[in-house]
């Protein structure tokens, strides 16, 4: 049973290795060496309760990192203390001499070993989707160490979230700070694997998994750009009513000027979505600052800057900087001219055609 926090667990993936190891210290010690050094009683006093009131979220458990440091201190010196003494000082202290060198030895291979399956790509995964989205700063920090790795885990990246997404119950944040990750670190692979996701996976016919969908079907049009029309398109005809705002979001991020279009004709629909008390605040700031970037959006790239994530509690909280300099509205409600919105998107992007040419 895994007593620590997950954003704890994160930084310092041994902790809770360690904590048994103190625990199973002091209990032996306890049983086989009595009485006890004025040492050993200071952790029982002052270690014990520490962790109790950590495990009852009352103190941070990271606190005890202090704790288990200077218990490993205390551990070195009694076995200094007693290999720099005669031969017949370890015959008398062989049982706290054992004890002491059993467990710094375990508690370092401990250290190494759960250090190192956490920094591996499986570890990370594991932790990336562990993490709390009120942590969002811990969340970006697992990605962006996946992301540093580049195409080589894509492929563990895209089984899991294919085992993920085969669960009866899915939880939103795996699928999601997955799809991120195969969204920075692009490729065809990448791509394939998310198209994947959105062409079999997402049905947009229930409420359940709307939260995760939403964010994916926008990061494969991050991703894929103008490549995602078709797949948004045929999502966007089987979506349920409630739900089609999710692939026109989408569509707008492809930078495309016939999805855009399609956006453009579906404008009242978005805002009639708005009025109605089924569209939670998440979902509304979706919509809202999507329209925002059709109104104010001065080119390409600030269609694709919208924060759209941050209401979602996903943990998503990327960076977004835009040429124009956008000031991000979540409770934006302007006019749309939608002939003016036409041609000034038909100028914009027809004129980004031939640089993405070059």
């Not at 009595?34 to 270690?47: I, N, Q, V």
């Not at 790509?121 to 697992?142: A, Q």
């Not at 999805?259 to 453009?264: D, H, P, R, S, Y």
Request: hydrophobic fraction near 45%.
């Amino acid at each position: 049973m895994n007593c620590v926090n997950s954003v704890t667990d994160v930084h310092t993936p041994f902790l809770n290795s360690l904590i048994g190891v103190f625990f199973g210290w002091l209990l032996i010690t306890l049983i086989f060496n009595r009485p006890l050094s004025t040492g050993t009683k200071r952790f029982f006093y002052f270690g014990v309760p520490v962790f109790v009131l950590g495990f009852l979220l009352i103190i941070p458990l990271g606190v005890g990192l202090a704790v288990l440091f200077c218990w490993i201190i205390f551990l070195l010196y009694r076995i200094l203390q007693i290999l720099i003494k005669k031969e017949d000082s370890l015959r008398k202290n062989l049982i706290p001499f054992g004890l002491n060198a059993l467990a710094l030895t375990v508690s370092f291979v401990l250290i190494f070993v759960t250090t190192t399956q956490a920094n591996s790509t499986p570890g990370l995964i594991k932790s990336m989707g562990s993490v709390s989205p009120f942590y969002p700063g811990t969340v970006h920090s697992v990605m962006s160490r996946l992301i540093q790795r580049g195409p080589e885990v894509v492929p563990p990246l895209s089984e899991t979230l294919k085992q993920t997404l085969g669960r009866e119950h899915v939880s939103p944040f795996l699928p999601a700070r997955i799809a991120y990750c195969l969204t920075q670190i692009g490729g065809p692979q990448a791509e394939a694997a998310l198209k994947q996701v959105v062409a079999e996976q997402i049905n947009l016919n229930d409420n359940e998994n709307t939260k995760w969908e939403a964010a994916v079907c926008c990061l494969y049009a991050d991703c894929a750009g103008p490549r995602a029309i078709p797949v948004l398109q045929t999502l966007l005809e089987r979506a349920d009513e409630k739900q089609q705002f999710i692939p026109l979001c989408a569509l707008v991020r492809t930078g495309d000027f016939t999805a855009i279009e399609t956006v453009l004709d579906h404008v009242d629909d978005l805002q009639q979505q708005l009025k109605q008390p089924f569209t939670n605040r998440g979902y509304a700031a979706m919509i809202r600052l999507t329209l925002q970037a059709l109104a104010e959006g001065q080119s390409p790239e600030d269609l694709k800057a919208s924060p759209i994530y941050h209401r979602m509690l996903l943990g998503l909280r990327p960076d977004h900087q835009t040429q124009t300099g956008i000031v991000w509205n979540q409770q934006w409600d302007g006019d749309l001219d939608i002939p003016a919105l036409q041609e000034h998107w038909s100028q914009i992007l027809k004129q980004s055609e031939p640089n993405d040419v070059e």
